[in-house]
């Protein structure tokens, strides 16, 4: 077993905890926006289409310094936020934040895609069943597309737990706060002597991956068997 120093293990918890948040706060909107994507034609659907994945084209730098103009003390966001207690910026809700907004879109297309493969002519049936659009959603269209809304969930959340350049940017990298796996496996490679500590991270980091994917990949297997049944 990895012998990690409780700064280490703090760094491991703290990715999680971001990781797990930030995938969950994504659940929502991300399958809201798929589903619109997927099923609507609206004036300006280009334009969310983009502004969705716009995280992916700009640099995570670029991201998260937007994220610090609009989140910070002094943003436009993020002064109202502070009047009422809320506070993102250099804080691992921050962090949380920033990893919501990388995965989102990659949670959005795998979700879009399983839900433009589900046949139109099966919900079309439900519908004229007497079912209504919320309820032949529920029943039809998410069932079917649960296998890939599963594997962008997972993929969100691995973007997140691998996320740099953004919650660097956004939060910082403070011990205890804000400081991640790959926060701290860079300031472990700046240092003499760092590289033990950083290959025990980066192998945690990889077994948390894997340990993520191999999930997906039951869950997608089995719901895919039971609606093979079904």
């Given at each position: 077993?990895?012998?990690?120093?409780?700064?280490?293990?703090t760094?491991?918890?703290?990715?999680?905890?971001?990781a797990?948040?930030?995938t969950?706060?994504s659940?929502g909107?991300?399958l809201?926006?798929?589903?619109?994507?997927?099923?609507?034609?609206?004036?300006?659907?280009?334009?969310l289409?983009?502004?969705?994945h716009?995280p992916?084209?700009?640099?995570p730098?670029?991201t998260?310094?937007?994220?610090?103009?609009?989140?910070g003390?002094?943003?436009?966001?993020?002064?109202?936020?502070?009047?009422i207690?809320?506070?993102?910026?250099f804080?691992w809700?921050?962090?949380?934040?920033?990893?919501?907004?990388?995965?989102?879109?990659?949670?959005?297309?795998?979700?879009?895609?399983?839900i433009?493969?589900?046949?139109?002519?099966?919900?079309?049936?439900?519908?004229?069943?007497g079912?209504?659009?919320?309820?032949?959603?529920l029943?039809?269209t998410?069932?079917?597309?649960?296998?890939?809304?599963?594997?962008?969930?997972?993929?969100?959340?691995?973007?997140?737990?691998g996320e740099?350049?953004?919650?660097?940017t956004?939060?910082?990298?403070?011990?205890?706060?804000?400081?991640?796996?790959p926060s701290?496996?860079?300031?472990?490679?700046?240092?003499?002597?760092?590289?033990?500590?950083?290959?025990r991270?980066?192998l945690?980091?990889?077994?948390?991956s894997?340990?993520?994917?191999?999930?997906?990949?039951?869950?997608?297997?089995?719901?895919?068997?039971?609606?093979?049944?079904?």
């Open positions: 077993m990895l012998d990690l120093t409780p700064a280490e293990w760094a491991v918890a703290l990715s999680l905890k971001v797990s948040i930030a969950l706060a659940l909107p991300g809201a926006t798929a589903w619109l994507l997927a099923r609507r034609r609206f004036p300006g659907r280009a334009l289409d983009g502004l969705v716009l992916l084209i700009l640099p730098v670029v998260g310094y937007l994220l610090l103009l609009a989140f003390r002094r943003g436009p966001v993020g002064s109202l936020l502070a009047e207690g809320v506070v993102l910026a804080r809700t921050g962090a949380a934040l920033a990893c919501a907004i990388m995965g989102f879109p990659l949670m959005v297309r795998a979700m879009r895609l399983s433009e493969a589900v046949d139109r002519r099966i919900e079309q049936a439900a519908g004229t069943l079912a209504s659009p919320l309820l032949v959603f029943t039809v998410l069932p079917l597309s649960l296998p890939g809304c599963i594997a962008g969930a997972v993929l969100a959340f691995a973007k997140a737990m740099f350049g953004a919650t660097i956004f939060v910082s990298n403070i011990p205890g706060e804000t400081q991640t796996l701290a496996i860079y300031t472990l490679t700046q240092v003499p002597g760092g590289e033990g500590p950083a290959l991270l980066t945690v980091s990889i077994a948390i894997v340990t993520a994917l191999l999930a997906s990949e039951f869950l997608a297997n089995r719901l895919g068997r039971k609606l093979g049944a079904g």
